[in-house]
């Protein structure tokens, strides 16, 4: 049966995106495709599909069934015409950069950025002649004022990791397409349920799979939606470098993308009533949220998501770093991992999980203070971690 789901609902396009026709025989879910390789016995058919004159597989570096599902729900979810996926999250922000550009380019972007994604633009771009201006998280003029001296991308994320700062999207990509640069926007934090960055003038959104989108901390991935020829621009890099899915993972993360609006909306909740607790605290000095009418960019949130402002904050404890290693331990219902975006709640500061590649000193540099702690709500019942914080802050 071939259903038509492009005009439907998130939570529907989360259960059948990317499932529009029923697999081969009677089952009902994605089967895992495990194998390297597809054979052909028609010659001129495998000649066709390897040139990509109709629709197969040869070799599942290049493309495999149970990837295609994955690509094929969070393009629908996004609202993009093409996606491709990848090893990991940082594989996607690696491989769709590079894709894009070349040797004597020139890439304006934020200073707030994963840690990971941080050093790949200061470490990495540089070393091969690529040059790149990092702005003020929460200054658009500045922005604006360095894409009109010319580049060829603009590379956003918002919510930040883990500072949960806010780019308006709109703004900054109408300056970007004025100059004729391409914007990339890490959409990780929001998920499709809360933002649409397609819809707000974003060529390309991408995604660490590996957090919200699977949801149970059990499957890494990573994935870029974006119009047909620049996600094939990016999967033709992509398939040469090698950092393909793995086809069980694929199977992991269509399965949790099923229940990503439900799992979602429950962890919105959870962290806009943790947020409003931990802001009304004496022993909590700031809390980042968006939700928050005291966040400085509340209103461009309010105005670019919809359905909620995420399931991640961060907050700042009185009594600094030695503040946090007395807190943490306490916590009862959260895993002390470098993770967000799971069913169970997880909880660490900067130095061991976003920005742990990061020095102390360039931490500092970018207004992460080492008392910071990034709070991942799960879905377990608001009042259970709220009775678990107040416990673990009574110390």
């Given at each position: 049966?071939?259903?038509?789901v492009?005009k439907a ?5 989360a259960?059948?995106?990317g499932?529009?026709?029923s697999p081969p ?5 994605v089967?895992?495709?495990?194998s390297v390789t ?16 109709r ?12 990837v ?9 979810l ?5 996606s ?41 771009l540089?070393?091969i002649?690529?040059?790149v ?7 658009p003029?500045?922005?604006e ?12 994320e ?12 709109s ?5 970007a ?7 990339v926007?890490d ?13 707000l ?5 991408l995604?660490?799979a ?7 901390a059990?499957a ?13 621009q990016?999967?033709?890099?992509r ?17 949790g993308?099923?229940t990503?609006q439900?799992r979602?909306?429950?962890?919105n909740a959870n ?11 004496p ?5 980042h ?5 005291s966040?400085?960019?509340?209103d461009?949130?309010?105005r ?12 700042v404890?009185k009594?600094?770093?030695?503040a ?14 470098a993770?967000?975006?799971?069913v ?7 130095s ?10 360039n ?7 080492e ?6 709500a799960?879905?377990?019942d608001a ?11 009574s110390?």
């Amino acid at each position: 049966m071939k259903r038509n789901v492009a005009k439907a609902s998130i939570g529907t396009k989360a259960v059948w995106a990317g499932e529009e026709e029923s697999p081969p025989g009677s089952s009902t879910q994605v089967p895992i495709v495990q194998s390297v390789t597809f054979g052909y016995e028609n010659l001129d058919e495998w000649r066709d599909v390897a040139l990509g004159h109709r629709v197969g597989h040869i070799y599942s570096r290049n493309t495999n069934p149970t990837v295609s599902a994955f690509e094929g729900k969070v393009r629908g979810l996004e609202g993009a015409e093409a996606s491709t996926s990848f090893a990991s999250g940082m594989a996607a922000v690696t491989n769709t950069v590079f894709a894009l550009l070349k040797s004597g380019d020139r890439v304006v972007t934020i200073k707030d950025t994963y840690g990971g994604t941080n050093q790949f633009f200061r470490e990495f771009l540089p070393k091969i002649g690529i040059e790149v201006r990092m702005c003020d998280t929460t200054n658009p003029d500045q922005m604006e004022e360095e894409i009109g001296k010319g580049c060829r991308l603009v590379y956003l994320e918002t919510p930040t990791n883990p500072t949960l700062k806010v780019v308006d999207i709109s703004r900054v990509a109408k300056a970007a397409h004025d100059s004729g640069a391409v914007v990339v926007t890490d959409n990780t934090f929001a998920t499709p349920v809360n933002q649409l960055p397609l819809k707000l003038g974003s060529d390309m959104v991408l995604h660490s799979a590996s957090k919200f989108l699977g949801g149970h901390a059990d499957a890494l991935g990573g994935v870029v939606c974006g119009p047909r020829e620049m996600v094939k621009q990016v999967f033709h890099y992509r398939e040469i470098t090698g950092a393909a899915l793995d086809p069980f993972a694929a199977y992991l993360l269509v399965r949790g993308l099923k229940t990503l609006q439900l799992r979602v909306e429950r962890q919105n909740a959870n962290a806009m009533k943790i947020a409003e607790y931990l802001e009304e605290h004496p022993g909590v000095a700031e809390v980042h949220y968006p939700g928050l009418g005291s966040h400085p960019q509340h209103d461009v949130a309010r105005r670019q998501m919809h359905g909620g402002y995420g399931g991640v904050l961060s907050f700042v404890l009185k009594g600094g770093y030695r503040a946090v290693r007395r807190f943490l331990p306490r916590l009862a219902l959260a895993h002390r991992a470098a993770n967000l975006g799971a069913v169970e709640t997880t909880v660490g500061p900067p130095s061991t999980t976003s920005h742990v590649e990061v020095s102390a000193r360039n931490r500092a540099a970018m207004g992460i203070p080492e008392a910071l702690v990034r709070y991942s709500a799960g879905i377990e019942d608001a009042d259970d971690l709220l009775s678990d914080l107040k416990r673990a802050l009574s110390v």
